[in-house]
C-alpha cells in the first residue's frame, strides 16, 4: 500500500523511512551489508567526518511508471561517480554491483514511499559514504560506513516550474585543482553561508564563477547550468571543477539525438549570458529548473524566457527526459534499471 502523503505539496526534505541499507568497512574489506531500521548512526567522536568532513555522496530517484512498475534513472553513473569521490577523498570505493545491488534492496525495502505516478514526487535515494573510526592526527580514516536512504520528495525548488532567480556571489565553490568535480561534503559545507546569504537577499540560488579567473559560468550549489542560444543551440560549461552532473549528460544527448538540436560544451563567459535566450538548472533534485533572472552584483540578466514561464526548448526538453526517465518514451540502451 502506497503511504497517504499529501503527494503534490511535498517539498525536497527528509521523510523518515522504514529501511536503510548498510555495509561497513573494516581490517580492509566490505562486511556483506544488511537492510536495518535504526535510523541512528553510532560512531566515535573523534570519528574522521566529524573531524575532517571525509564524507561523499550521491543522489539519485526511483520512479514508479504509468504500468506501476518501479525504476531508476542511470544508477550505474552514480556508482561510478561515487566510486572517483571515494578515491579523491582517500577512501575506500564500494564496488558498483554492489552499489546497485544495495540501491534495489532499499527501493524495495520502502516500496510503499515509492510516490504514485503522475503525482510529481518521487523516491530520492542518497547513498553516503564517512569516515567512522577515531582520527586525531591529520589523515584518512581505517573504517568506514557505506549507507543508503531513501525519503519521498517533491520538487528541489518550491513552484516546480515556475522560473527561479540566481545571483552571482562573493564566494568562490571550488578550487581550480580541489574537489569541484566530486560529490565531496566538504563542497556543501562550504556553500551554506553562500546560500543563506542568497537567500536573505531574496535569490533562489548562487551561481558560481570560476575560482581561478572569475570570468567562467560554473555551476549553482546543487545543480550544472544550461543555456539556449537565439538559434536553439543548446551550450553548458565545460570545465574541470564542477560536478559532471548525470542529468546534464542526459539532456544533452536528448538535445542532440531526440530533439536534433545542436549542442556545445563550452567556456561560458559571464560576459555572454545577455546573448542566450533560454536558462535551466538541472540535476536529480532540481530535474530541469527554469531561470528567469540573474543578478550580478545589482546588474540584472533578463533571460527572454522571462520570469512567468519555461523556455519553448528548455520545456521540450523537460518533457523529454521526465517521459523516458518515467517509462513513457523509449530510453537509450541501459538508462533505465528495473527495481520491480
Ligand atoms: N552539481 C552539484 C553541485 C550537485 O550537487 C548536483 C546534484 O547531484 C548536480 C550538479 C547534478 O548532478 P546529477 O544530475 O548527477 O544529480
Ligand atoms: C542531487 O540533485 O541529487 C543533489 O545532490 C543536489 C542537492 C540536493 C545537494
Redesign the pocket.
Known amino acids: 500500500m502506497v503511504k497517504g502523503i499529501d503527494w503534490k505539496n511535498l517539498g525536497f526534505g527528509y521523510t523518515k523511512t522504514d529501511y536503510r541499507y548498510v555495509s561497513n568497512f573494516k581490517d580492509g574489506k566490505w562486511n556483506g551489508g544488511e537492510l536495518i531500521q535504526d535510523d541512528l548512526v553510532h560512531i566515535s567522536e573523534c570519528a574522521c567526518v566529524l573531524q575532517y568532513a571525509q564524507t561523499c555522496f ?3 530517484k526511483a520512479y514508479r511508471t504509468k504500468e506501476n512498475k518501479i525504476v531508476c534513472f542511470r544508477p550505474d ?2 556508482a561510478e ?1 561515487m566510486m572517483a569521490s571515494a578515491a579523491r577523498l582517500e577512501m575506500p570505493q564500494f564496488p558498483k554491483e554492489r552499489f546497485l545491488d544495495a540501491v534495489k534492496q532499499v527501493v524495495k525495502a520502502n516500496i510503499d514511499w515509492v510516490p504514485p505516478y503522475g503525482s510529481g514526487a518521487s523516491l530520492y535515494i542518497r547513498p553516503f559514504m564517512f569516515g567512522s573510526d577515531a582520527i586525531m592526527g591529520v589523515k584518512p580514516a581505517t573504517e568506514y560506513q557505506f549507507r543508503i536512504i531513501v525519503s519521498p520528495v517533491g520538487p528541489y525548488f518550491k513552484g516546480g516550474m515556475k522560473p527561479i532567480v540566481l545571483r552571482i556571489p562573493d564566494f568562490d ?1 571550488a578550487a581550480p585543482l580541489g574537489t569541484g568535480h566530486v ?1 565531496a561534503g566538504l ?2 559545507a562550504m556553500s551554506l553561508h553562500a546560500i543563506v546569504d542568497a537567500h536573505k537577499q531574496g535569490f533562489n540560488e548562487n551561481l558560481y564563477l570560476d575560482s581561478g579567473t572569475r570570468t567562467k559560468i560554473e ?6 547550468i544550461i543555456f539556449v542560444t537565439k538559434d536553439n543551440t543548446v551550450v553548458t560549461p565545460k570545465s574541470n571543477t ?9 539532456l544533452m544527448y536528448v538535445a542532440e539525438h531526440y530533439l536534433g538540436l545542436k549542442v556545445e560544451e563550452r567556456e561560458v563567459y559571464l560576459e555572454e549570458l545577455s546573448d542566450f535566450k533560454e536558462c535551466a538548472l ?5 530535474v530541469l529548473s527554469p531561470v528567469g533572472k540573474i543578478n550580478d552584483h545589482g546588474k540584472e540578466i533578463l533571460i527572454p524566457s522571462g520570469m512567468e514561464k519555461t523556455g519553448e526548448i528548455t520545456q521540450k526538453l523537460y518533457n523529454t527526459l521526465t517521459g523516458i526517465q518515467k517509462g513513457n518514451i523509449e530510453a537509450p540502451k541501459g538508462w533505465i534499471f528495473p527495481i520491480s
Open positions: 550521491e543522489g539519485l553513473l552514480n561517480r565553490r560529490k563542497n556543501y555551476e549553482t550549489g546543487g545543480a550544472n564542477i560536478l559532471p552532473s548525470i542529468t546534464r549528460r542526459s538541472c540535476g536529480t533534485a532540481a
